[in-house]
């Protein structure tokens, strides 16, 4: 991006889910995006809220609670169960990055959610901060009867279909609405319709359909400022088929915004 600003200042430079730092990645890109990791802490209780929980169990391990974005998620999602009156359990899994590896962690999971709706009733919501805690989690929150708001990534192809044995035909890949049926048909066949949620348009597919649709509408004329909220939220929601929350970037330990670093929450469905 650099050495293409460099020589060529009019290309319009997009960076979606980048791993630099703000300061390096909003310096060289024209417009910077990413989901909303922070608040989405704050949707997850209010998701789970929604579909009739009473306790939230938040699991992760130290090195991901190490993260600042993840302290910050950690830390509204608390505040709002506080809130709404829901009970916040802190768990700890093994860490999928330790000697016992990826399938500890899972087993773990496994056997101890149900010990917490055990512990808790079948109103307890899971939210896990791993990718190897999903598909596990998603599976014995179905077998136990729980709640399951939104995985940490939040698309209907996550976690989903490995653990509730759905399989896609060729023709159905990338079928959003189709997987939403699948969901939320073994769903009801064990009486959990309303109690697992996503987004209604996958993170990262989303991410790079609206990048494309924001850049051609730029090179069209349709709006000239290079980091347009405005234009960018309207894409965004258009795509997902309701409101898309945009908020500018604020670095959590500096404070420090950043006008051309977008972070999104996308609309939430139940399933």
Avoid at 48 to 76: C, K, W
Avoid at 246 to 268: C, H, M, P, Q
């Amino acid at each position: 991006m650099e050495k293409v600003r460099e020589k060529r200042p009019d290309i319009l430079l997009l960076a979606g889910v980048p791993s630099e730092s703000p300061d390096v990645i909003c310096a060289a890109a024209d417009l910077v995006f990413h989901p909303d990791v922070a608040n989405m802490g704050t949707a997850v209780a209010e998701a789970a809220a929604e579909m009739g929980a009473t306790t939230v169990v938040h699991y992760s391990f130290p090195r991901h609670m190490a993260q600042p974005l993840n302290i910050a998620r950690h830390d509204n999602m608390k505040a709002k169960c506080e809130e709404l009156g829901l009970k916040f359990v802190d768990g700890t899994s093994p860490d999928p990055m330790s000697d016992a590896g990826i399938a500890a962690t899972q087993q773990y999971i496994l056997e101890d959610v149900p010990r917490k709706v055990e512990e808790y009733g079948a109103d307890t919501a899971f939210f896990g901060t791993n990718a190897g805690q999903q598909e596990p989690m998603c599976k014995a929150v179905f077998e136990a009867g729980a709640i399951y708001p939104m995985p940490d990534n939040p698309s209907v192809f996550y976690a989903f279909p490995g653990a509730l044995g759905i399989e896609v035909p060729e023709d159905h890949k990338g079928d959003v609405d189709y997987m939403r049926d699948q969901i939320s048909a073994k769903l009801a066949e064990n009486n959990m319709t309303g109690r697992m949620g996503a987004w209604s348009a996958p993170m990262h597919t989303m991410f790079i359909n609206c990048a494309v649709q924001y850049a051609m509408d730029y090179c069209n004329g349709t709006f000239t400022e290079r980091a347009d909220m405005e234009h960018f939220t309207q894409i965004f929601s258009d795509f997902a088929g309701g409101d898309v929350s945009v908020r500018v970037y604020e670095d959590i330990e500096s404070g420090k915004t950043y006008d051309n670093f977008f972070v999104v929450l996308g609309k939430f469905i139940t399933l």
